[in-house]
């Protein structure tokens, strides 16, 4: 779990694309005082959207597997695109369910959201926040189905069956994508992280979180349900795309 040390998000203006230099300090952090007056004003209109939709989803899918044995995860989660059940539009729809049976699985993403992603949306503004939230997402799901398709083409015939018909989702993909936003846009930010009873600078933490999810990631150990290098995939994605806005916005202009 995370904290922020709020007077180390502008310890210096961030040189990075999306972002006004002109901005004043409070203006690139939290807004305290409208955080203090209610939980909805910490939150901008996309991540608050954000975290609601995902909650409504995750009930949606805990309630009608439970009292009417319909799964919402096979029809949306991403499937592996030699499987029947595979179409298209679950490289979106993966993002937005998460494990029925885990209320901590849909928690932490959302958490995360809420820790990071407001900050980046009243840096980045609305629009170019919920794109790069997209993207990330959507490259987190491409990148997770071609590590699923060399695994296939290097696994025995009777552990192809598995693997062919494994499901993915959650939104970690775009939160990695998240997380490494907030280690470029504000490197030298504390990050308290429960149980370390020290601070960790965003940049060290999302480069070690990186490793490890790499480590993990080739490790492939057995029973290891979680997708790391869909993790790696999100963050991946997001470079690409901060890359792409601070090139675009040197020649043009912040183009939202």
Known sequence: MFFIKKNHLCSKKPQIAGINRNFAPQQLGI??????????????????????????????????????????????????????EFRIYQLVTYMFLHDPYSFSHVFFNMFAVFMFGRTLEQVWGPKRFLTYYLVTGIGAGLIQLLILYIRVQAVLPQEMFSMVNSVTVGASGAVFGILLAFGLLFPNAELFIIPFPFPIKAKWFVIGYGLLELFFGVANRSGDNVAHFAHLGGMLFGIFMILYWRKRDRKYGRYY
Request: a positive charge; aromatic letters at 10%.
């Open 31 to 84: 807004n305290m005082n409208n955080s203090r007056n209610s939980f909805a004003g910490m939150l901008p209109v996309v991540t608050k959207n954000l975290i609601i939709i995902n909650a409504i989803i995750w009930l949606a899918q805990f309630v009608l597997l439970s009292r009417a044995n319909i799964d919402l995860t096979g029809l949306f989660g991403l499937h592996f695109p030699a499987a029947e």
